[in-house]
């Protein structure tokens, strides 16, 4: 079973950054799309960003401007960079990955926490 692996996550003052990185256990194959999901405490899962095997991205409006992912294809890996961070930013984040007939694996989360 691959497992997914998300580090980079901590707390920052409001503004600064922060850069996620997201590791698969072993190779994989049939890559769709990468993405980043956020849920801050009482909220639902969102969207904040996907990238597809064809390198299409896509951003969640709210961070629109602000954060850029990028992928490495050969090493397995996503990366999330978080710029001029918020308050409303604070969350939980996992990264995904959606393979060609098995559906999605999920990370289990790192804590980013933006302080005002």
């Known amino acids: 079973q691959v497992q997914l692996v998300e580090s980079g996550g901590g707390s920052v003052q409001a503004g600064g950054s922060l850069r996620l990185s997201c590791t698969a256990s072993?190779?994989?194959?049939?890559?769709?799309?990468r993405a980043w999901y956020r849920q801050a405490p009482g909220k639902q899962r969102e969207l904040v960003a996907v990238?597809?095997?064809?390198?299409?991205?896509n951003y969640a409006e709210s961070v629109e401007g602000r954060f850029a992912i990028s992928g490495d294809n050969d090493r397995n890996l996503v990366y999330l960079q978080m710029n001029s961070l918020r308050p409303e930013d604070t969350a939980v984040y996992y990264c995904t990955v959606t393979l060609i007939a098995r559906g999605t694996l999920w990370g289990q989360g790192t804590q980013v926490t933006v302080s005002s």
């Open positions: 990238i597809t095997a064809g390198e299409g991205i």
């Open positions: 072993r190779d994989i194959f049939g890559v769709i799309s």
